[in-house]
């Protein structure tokens, strides 16, 4: 099999990966939405890789929405999406075992969600950076056609310096199609849900907009828009229910081009919302600090 039949030959390659032949696997895993991640160090270069183990049964839940679509599979999908922003995939498929995993580039870095719960200082003087890239992350996932629907900072590794970040994590992604923004599709993170989510309504690429918004609210104040701490998919009911918390209740130092432009992003209504991730940067196009005074 030749390099490129390698990379792109994905799950119908007729090569099995056999991991341990490969791989030395880092004793710690992580959990993601419907996978286990783990750092894989390939024994024949020395070289880092991330190593992504597909549940199974969480896997055929998700393509049980989805019968009579040929919805390309998160491998497929993140190898179409092709960014500086964004995680590199360079191979999918099956182990020997019948696992199907995900090879992708591995990043030196701490989840943006760990940095925010434990309200790491040292990302302060880079947030309004890292905001413009997460933004333009998502905007790319955009043109190529896809939804993420899982934008939440689980899905945003900083990197190791926090002078940046980078999107990951395809595994909720659809195409930004008709028969993929039907309603009833009730997958995402609770907290970061959009409210047409929720009610089981159609959805577009603005539910990715809000689960933005979400993200960067909680980057600049550490606290939740609802004031709610629960995990749980109750939480999201309260998105079209209860109020958002003025970002300068939290925040009365923050420039206030940058503080509403993440408010419209919240915006329960979908047409009142901001229309996309491209429209937010130019919102904020002129925002030189996240800071009233400096701006």
Request: net charge positive; charged share 30%.
């Amino acid at each position: 099999m030749g390099i490129f039949d390698k990379i792109f030959g994905g799950k119908n390659s007729p090569e099995k990966l056999d991991v341990s032949t490969r791989f030395q696997l880092d004793r710690h895993a992580f959990s993601g939405t419907m996978s286990k991640f783990r750092v894989a160090k390939e024994i024949g270069t020395g070289k880092l890789y991330g190593l992504k183990f597909l549940d199974a049964k969480k896997l055929e839940h998700f393509r049980s929405r989805f019968k009579g679509l040929k919805k390309p599979e998160e491998g497929e999908i993140a190898m179409q999406i092709s960014h500086p922003l964004i995680v590199e995939t360079y191979e999918f498929g099956k182990t020997a075992t019948g696992q199907e995993y995900i090879l992708m580039e591995y990043i030196e870095g701490t989840g943006l969600d760990a940095v925010i719960r434990s309200k790491r200082k040292e990302i302060i003087p880079h947030r309004l950076k890292m905001i413009r890239e997460m933004a333009q992350a998502v905007q790319v996932v955009h043109d190529a056609g896809f939804i993420h629907r899982d934008v939440c900072p689980r899905n945003f590794i900083c990197h190791s310096d926090f002078t940046g970040v980078r999107l990951i994590d395809f595994g909720l992604t659809i195409p930004n199609e008709p028969p993929y923004r039907l309603p009833g599709n009730r997958t995402g993170t609770p907290q970061y849900m959009a409210p047409e989510i929720v009610r089981r309504r159609a959805t577009d690429a603005r539910v990715d907009v809000f689960a933005l918004g979400v993200t960067m609210y909680r980057m600049l104040t550490w606290e939740h828009p609802w004031g709610s701490t629960d995990t749980s998919g109750m939480a999201a009911l309260t998105h079209d229910s209860v109020k958002v918390t003025s970002i300068f209740d939290h925040r009365p130092d923050l420039n206030k081009k940058l503080g509403e432009a993440v408010h419209k992003c919240m915006e329960v209504k979908v047409d009142d919302r901001m229309e996309s991730c491209k429209r937010f940067l130019t919102a904020i196009r002129t925002v030189k600090s996240e800071l009233e005074k400096d701006a």
